[in-house]
T-cell receptor, first 112, second 113 residues
Framework: GESVGLHLPTLSVQEGDNSIINCAYSNSASDYFIWYKQESGKGPQFIIDIRSNMDKRQGQRVTVLLNKTVKHLSLQIAATQPGDSAVYFCAERANYGQNFVFGPGTRLSVLP | DAGVIQSPRHEVTEMGQEVTLRCKPISGHNSLFWYRQTMMRGLELLIYFNNNVPIDDSGMPEDRFSAKMPNASFSTLKIQPSEPRDSAVYFC???????????FGEGSWLTVV
C-alpha cells in the first residue's frame, strides 16, 4: 500500500549549518510531493512542493530534491536558524485528485 | 486571506459530553478536510468534502464521530459522546480542489477528562 516514512525522527543541527531532512515513499505512482513545517502549537504550513517531472526545486533557503529511482525525497535548509526549529512532514499524492499521505514527521532542533 | 479558521482553539470537556469543532475554509476552496493528530498515530485523515459533499469518511473512528458541511464556508466535526481517547489536535484544512495543496488551520486542541 501507499506509505510515507522518514529515516530520522529527530535531527539536531548547529545554527548556521545546513539541514537535510529525508523522506522515503513507497508508491512509485506518486506524482506530487509537499513539505510542511509545523511549529509548536500551530498547524502545518506549506513550505515547498515538487512534481514528479522534476528532480529539484529551490525556494528561499530551502531546496527539495526528488529521486524517483530510489523513491526518496529530501528537504535542505540552508543556514539553519532558530526559527527553523519545528517538525517537518513530507506528504505525497498518489495521482491527481487523490489525497495526500503524510509521513510521521521529523523534529528539527537548532542548537545555538 | 485569513486562512482556514477553526474554533475553539482549546477545549477541555468531561467524558460523555458532546464536542463540536468548527471550521471556515479559505474562500474559494471547494475541498475541506478534517485531520486528527496524535503522538502515536501522527496526522490521520478523518473525512473530506468536495463541494460540500462528503466523499470519503473511512477515516472516521466510529459512529461517535460525525461531520457536516452545510455550505461552502462552514463545517463541523462532532463527537458524541466524547471519550478520553479522543484527546488530540483536530485540524481542518482546505484546498482549491481535491489533490491540490492543502492549507491547514491552527487546530483545535481537545482534552477529554
Amino acid at each position: 500500500g501507499e506509505s510515507v516514512g522518514l529515516h530520522l525522527p529527530t535531527l539536531s543541527v548547529q545554527e548556521g549549518d545546513n539541514s537535510i531532512i529525508n523522506c522515503a515513499y513507497s508508491n512509485s505512482a506518486s506524482d506530487y510531493f509537499i513539505w510542511y513545517k509545523q511549529e509548536s502549537g500551530k498547524g502545518p504550513q506549506f513550505i515547498i512542493d515538487i512534481r514528479s517531472n522534476m528532480d529539484k526545486r529551490q525556494g528561499q533557503r530551502v531546496t527539495v530534491l526528488l529521486n524517483k529511482t530510489v523513491k526518496h525525497l529530501s528537504l535542505q535548509i540552508a543556514a539553519t536558524q532558530p526559527g527553523d526549529s519545528a517538525v517537518y512532514f513530507c506528504a505525497e499524492r498518489a495521482n491527481y485528485g487523490q489525497n495526500f499521505v503524510f509521513g510521521p514527521g521529523t523534529r528539527l532542533s537548532v542548537l545555538p | 486571506d485569513a486562512g482556514v479558521i477553526q474554533s475553539p482553539r482549546h477545549e477541555v470537556t468531561e467524558m460523555g459530553q458532546e464536542v463540536t469543532l468548527r471550521c471556515k475554509p479559505i474562500s474559494g476552496h471547494n475541498s475541506l478536510f478534517w485531520y486528527r493528530q496524535t503522538m502515536m498515530r501522527g496526522l490521520e485523515l478523518l473525512i473530506y468534502f468536495n463541494n460540500n459533499v462528503p466523499i470519503d469518511d473511512s477515516g472516521m473512528p466510529e459512529d461517535r464521530f460525525s461531520a457536516k458541511m452545510p455550505n461552502a464556508s462552514f463545517s463541523t466535526l462532532k463527537i458524541q459522546p466524547s471519550e478520553p481517547r479522543d484527546s488530540a489536535v483536530y485540524f481542518c484544512a482546505s484546498s482549491f480542489a481535491s489533490g491540490n495543496t492543502i492549507y491547514f488551520g491552527e487546530g483545535s486542541w481537545l482534552t477529554v477528562v
